[in-house]
Nanobody, 132 residues
Framework: QEQLVESGGGLVQAGASLRLSCAAS????????MGWFRQAPEKEREFVASINWNGGRTHYGDSVKGRFTISRDNSKNTVYLQMDSLKPEDTAVYYCAAERAQQYISSAYYVPKKRESEYDYWGQGTQVTVSS
């Protein structure tokens, strides 16, 4: 059974950093573009970042641009989200997701996907809480 498992969440103070990991099991996702989303209480799920299969192209939501960095290590079947300069408004459950449609698409042709419906596999989420 294919699975995506997030880890690395926790409680930190504003200004701190965290690195989230998303490890795949049951199948390889190295050919899939991957994304990170987040959902705060009583809010809709929000796009955070995406990366194409080889890491050559990344895309960020406006609220995290310049503070968060998405990366991947295909040798470990793992995607990361480095979060710096965290703010209380970053508090949410963070989810990773895999997109089937653009497998092996090169950076030049990759179109970043920002909607939940465009991703096919999801993890269970990891809680990130940022205190002021």
């Amino acid at each position: 059974q294919e699975q995506l498992v997030e880890s690395g969440g926790g409680l930190v103070q504003a200004g701190a950093s965290l690195r989230l990991s998303c490890a795949a099991s049951g199948r390889t996702f190295i050919s899939y573009p991957m994304g990170w989303f987040r959902q705060a209480p009583e809010k809709e799920r929000e796009f955070v970042a995406s990366i194409n299969w080889n890491g050559g192209r990344t895309h960020y939501g406006d609220s995290v641009k310049g503070r968060f960095t998405i990366s991947r290590d295909n040798s470990k079947n793992t995607v990361y989200l480095q979060m710096d300069s965290l703010k209380p408004e970053d508090t949410a459950v963070y989810y990773c997701a895999a997109e089937r449609a653009q497998q092996y698409i090169s950076s030049a042709y990759y179109v970043p996907k920002k909607r939940e419906s465009e991703y096919d596999y999801w993890g269970q989420g990891t809680q990130v809480t940022v205190s002021s």
